[in-house]
């Protein structure tokens, strides 16, 4: 609204294209590929910005003057672990039995870029989840196949709703992509491309 | 999930159909219809889940013994003012132009009766807005007519996406139906009722 981006969101993630296109601007979807494994030795609240620089590094193809590159990187942080994808259901059962009952962080970096800048941020929410049994973690595993989410599972799906107690932050950075933060870096955008043109 | 519970849900929102559908459970959807005016004097803290009671008081079909009729209210505190469904559009308007920039809070009331008996509770998120233009609340309330919403705004679309900055507390709360706490109540009378037949 009032914007005249024309967005390009690369990422693979169903749900941020769903909450990008919520924005009524217009988006295209595309992605990159990049290696996700963390650099070693960074200290693991930066990985998710610098995974999300990136993917946007990996996209060549010139930018337009009103397009802008979206791309974004989720982690899940337990104390000093960080929790990837699981790369099987014994993994991403693991990983709920250590959610299960405490608190945790989400951390989603997001990079946008024109013509003319690079923009990135880190966003963090505070999870809390209810205790889960064996037969929920069982059921949610087999039932919703949670292997493309960090720390295996989705805030918008069934343990969102069973488990999730409390969260400290927005939602929707827990989803995958903080809106109102690019949200309003669009309008930072827009307003200095006005002024420089 | 492993609950046998059928659900009947008393309810004209779409959002908290869709919500109660996502717990996996069978889910019939009805409606009762009842005077929504907060009575006079009562706290506005105790008004949803007043309602919410009120609105199950007003299902009087027999529940079969593995049913469990769910009912629920949702407002908007700002202070010492409680914001209902907005009338029109000019109402809308003035209900965002309160809360932009500001820290509301949302409570839902829920109400859960089965044959045995009934259980309700309330629930309260803290929700902060980002300042909103004058040019966007008019863009949202012309496009997204929130006129059967609490507050004139859904967590869950545009507005939700550019202006909610943050939430202390759940997510599914402010959208109308405390799910976790929905789910815990039910695994609570199911246990009881095992323990009662």
Request: aromatic share 8%; charged share 25%.
């Amino acid at each position: 609204m009032n914007l005249e981006w024309r967005l390009i969101l690369a990422s693979a993630s169903p749900r941020r294209r769903q909450l990008l296109q919520g924005l009524d601007l217009p988006v295209e979807i595309t992605r990159t590929d990049v290696d996700e494994t963390p650099p070693e030795g960074m200290p693991i609240a930066q990985v998710a910005e610098h995974l999300a620089r990136k993917k946007a590094d990996a996209y060549t193809t010139a930018l337009a003057k009103d397009q802008v590159l979206i791309t974004a990187d989720t982690t899940v942080l337990l104390g000093d672990r960080l929790l990837n994808k699981p790369a099987d259901a014994a993994e991403a059962c693991g990983m709920l039995r250590l959610l299960a009952g405490r608190t945790h962080q989400v951390v989603t970096g997001v990079c946008l870029r024109t013509a003319q800048r690079t923009v990135s941020f880190s966003d963090i929410a505070v999870v809390t989840f209810a205790p889960l049994t064996e037969a929920q973690i069982a059921y949610y595993v087999e039932r919703y196949q949670p292997f493309d989410k960090a720390g295996a599972y989705g805030v918008q799906d069934w343990i969102g709703y069973v488990a999730v107690e409390r969260i400290e932050g927005s939602f929707y950075t827990v989803m995958g992509l903080p809106l109102h933060r690019v949200y309003r870096t669009l309008v930072d955008l827009a307003e200095s491309h006005h002024i420089e043109k």
